[in-house]
Each structure stands twice: as structure tokens, then as C-alpha cells.
């Protein structure tokens, strides 16, 4: 489940932190919504109709709607 991403018990150290590391947070957050999404399926709760029905394509089609963070580079005139 996802208290494996846990830096705390992936590493059996009690000194790790209980959430992974910032750097991973995309990777962390897309799985978190991919088990929501199945979950959602399984109780039959899931009303967007564009979501992919292939397991592999699900992460992808995620990772698509997630917000990135690029802004545009402004000159001092």
C-alpha cells in the first residue's frame, strides 16, 4: 500500500521521516490518485468518463492532468 513510500518503514529507521522526500512528491501524489481512482472504480463511484480503463495507461493519464509549474520568464523593460 502506500505506507510503503514512507521513508520511515521503507528504511525500517525509526530517524527517516514519516512523508518521502519533496523530490518524489509527483511520483508519490500520482500513485496516491491512482489507488483513489481504482478504489472509486471498485465501489462504483467513478463518474469521469475519460478515465482509462487499462491499469498502465492510468498513471499517464494522471500524471496529464496534474498541475505543473512552469512559469514564463519575465524582463525588467
Given at each position: 500500500?502506500?505506507?510503503?513510500?514512507a521513508?520511515?518503514?521503507?528504511?525500517?529507521?525509526?530517524?527517516?521521516?514519516?512523508?518521502?522526500?519533496?523530490?518524489?512528491?509527483?511520483?508519490?501524489?500520482?500513485?496516491?490518485?491512482?489507488?483513489?481512482?481504482r478504489?472509486?472504480?471498485?465501489?462504483?463511484?467513478?463518474?469521469?468518463?475519460?478515465?482509462?480503463?487499462?491499469?498502465?495507461?492510468?498513471?499517464?493519464?494522471?500524471?496529464?492532468?496534474?498541475?505543473?509549474p512552469v512559469?514564463?520568464r519575465?524582463?525588467?523593460?
Open positions: 500500500g502506500m505506507a510503503s513510500q521513508p520511515i518503514l521503507k528504511e525500517n529507521d525509526a530517524t527517516k521521516p514519516l512523508v518521502p522526500d519533496v523530490d518524489v512528491a509527483r511520483e508519490v501524489s500520482a500513485a496516491i490518485a491512482a489507488a483513489v481512482i478504489k472509486a472504480r471498485e465501489q462504483g463511484l467513478c463518474r469521469e468518463q475519460s478515465v482509462p480503463e487499462r491499469e498502465e495507461e492510468l498513471v499517464g493519464w494522471i500524471k496529464g492532468k496534474m498541475w505543473d512559469y514564463p519575465y524582463e525588467k523593460a
